[in-house]
T-cell receptor, first 113, second 113 residues
Framework: DSGVTQTPKHLITATGQRVTLRCSPR?????VYWYQQSLDQGLQFLIQ???????AKGNILERFSAQQFPDLHSELNLSSLELGDSALYFC????????????FGPGTRLTVL | SQQGEEDPQALSIQEGENATMNCSYK?????LQWYRQNSGRGLVHLIL?????REKHSGRLRVTLDTSKKSSSLLITASRAADTASYFC?????????????FGKGTLLTVNP
């Protein structure tokens, strides 16, 4: 158990819909990272927040957005969903930066029908 | 595109044998990390090697790093069936990219009992 929690575990929805994925980082970690894992693209970095502020952006679509709240939990919002958005979405946390290991949550499996 | 490229894509061995996986990357790095993922689950950090280190050990794991060749290898000795998983290398960049990890597509290791 990494100490990072993600909800929900599974999500099935239809094209065009909007969903919110939630992540609670390990106690004391200020950085939250979001990744998307799909068969064709592999594990792609989406976005990072550090203590409430966006710190780095990766291959995140404009239809996707995220935020980190004062209690440090984070949410990833996916809108106008397409079939190709079906993937595993992981949240990870650490104390900040890429100099240290990241602790991954169990992921949310999103299926868009 | 992926920073790290693991080789081979898949590896099947017998219990007790050693498994070697390789990773190549393209740009200068601060560190290189190896992660394990059991089928459809979150990633687990295995080991981190910094750019000024050449070799590191952790239990049955041995990692080498050759920054001149931009490559790393992960050796698992005396493999067990429980080592069956996907293994990913991830690079921590420098400068403006130092807040994220870039993952390769992984090596699927199967250890047959």
């Amino acid at each position: 158990d990494s100490g990072v929690t993600q909800t929900p575990k599974h999500l099935i929805t239809a094209t065009g819909q909007r969903v919110t994925l939630r992540c609670s980082p390990r106690s004391g970690d200020l950085s939250v990272y979001w990744y998307q894992q799909s068969l064709d693209q592999g594990l792609q970095f989406l976005i990072q927040y550090y203590n409430g502020e966006e710190r780095a952006k990766g291959n995140i679509l404009e239809r996707f957005s995220a935020q980190q709240f004062p209690d440090l939990h984070s949410e990833l919002n996916l809108s106008s969903l397409e079939l190709g958005d079906s993937a595993l979405y992981f949240c990870a946390s650490n104390s900040g930066g890429n100099r240290n290991e990241q602790f991954f949550g169990p992921g949310t499996r999103l299926t868009v029908l | 595109s992926q920073q790290g490229e693991e080789d081979p894509q898949a590896l099947s061995i017998q219990e007790g044998e050693n498994a070697t996986m390789n990773c190549s990357y393209k740009t200068s790095i601060n560190n290189l990390q190896w992660y394990r993922q059991n089928s459809g689950r979150g990633l687990v950090h295995l080991i981190l090697i910094r750019s000024n280190e050449r070799e590191k050990h952790s239990g049955r794991l041995r990692v080498t790093l050759d920054t001149s060749k931009k490559s790393s290898s992960l050796l698992i000795t005396a493999s067990r069936a429980a080592d069956t998983a996907s293994y990913f290398c991830a690079t921590g960049g420098l400068g403006g990219s130092n807040y994220k990890l870039t993952f390769g597509k992984g090596t699927l290791l199967t250890v047959n009992p």
